[in-house]
């Protein structure tokens, strides 16, 4: 039988994103810090210029990885932000999952404080994912359904 107990977010807070190298001596070169709970998910955009962070402290981030510093913040979440993803192909598209049960598409590109679309599950969203062109996008929820 296999038990999972869930920590609450505050019981181990690691509110930034450690950059590590891959080769050699895997050395840290670099922090993100901005967030104010812990960071649950990180995602490197695809040209290697930009971080995406998922946090407890119910936001995500768009961080400039050459400066180490927050670009945009996404602050129109209700409760913690579980996942993030971001498109491969396409314009700067963003997709956050959210224990309110809502994910949410971002356009990086705008200035608007609201996401372009969201849709809303009957349970936590967990996991979020685009298609390989990002014509779609998946979502995976405490319902036992992708969708």
Same mark, same amino acid.
């Given at each position: 039988?296999?038990?999972?107990?869930?920590?609450?977010?505050?019981?181990?807070?690691?509110?930034?994103?450690?950059?590590?190298?891959?080769?050699?001596?895997?050395?840290?070169?670099?922090?993100?810090?901005?967030?104010?709970?812990?960071?649950?998910?990180?995602?490197?955009?695809?040209?290697?210029?930009?971080?995406?962070?998922?946090?407890? #402290?119910?936001? %995500?981030?768009? &961080? @400039? *990885?050459?400066?180490?510093? $927050? !670009?945009? /913040?996404?602050?129109?979440?209700?409760?913690?932000?579980?996942?993030?993803?971001?498109?491969?192909?396409?314009?700067?598209?963003?997709?956050?999952?959210?224990? #309110?049960?809502? %994910?949410?598409? &971002? @356009? *990086?590109?705008?200035?608007? $404080? !609201?996401? /372009?679309?969201?849709?809303?599950?009957?349970?936590?969203?967990?996991?979020?994912?685009?298609?390989?062109?990002?014509?779609?996008?998946?979502?995976?929820?405490? #319902?036992?359904?992708?969708?």
């Amino acid at each position: 039988m296999l038990t999972v107990y869930r920590l609450p977010p505050r019981a181990l807070c690691i509110p930034f994103a450690v950059l590590w190298e891959t080769y050699g001596k895997c050395c840290n070169f670099g922090t993100l810090e901005g967030h104010r709970n812990s960071v649950l998910d990180v995602r490197w955009s695809t040209d290697g210029a930009a971080i995406y962070s998922a946090s407890a #402290d119910k936001t %995500a981030a768009v &961080w @400039d *990885v050459e400066k180490r510093q $927050k !670009r945009r /913040a996404l602050k129109n979440h209700d409760d913690f932000v579980h996942s993030i993803a971001c498109a491969r192909r396409g314009p700067e598209l963003v997709l956050t999952g959210c224990e #309110d049960g809502e %994910a949410r598409l &971002w @356009d *990086v590109r705008e200035s608007s $404080k !609201r996401p /372009a679309m969201s849709v809303q599950h009957s349970m936590p969203c967990l996991a979020v994912e685009f298609s390989d062109d990002a014509s779609c996008f998946y979502t995976g929820c405490l #319902d036992e359904a992708v969708r």
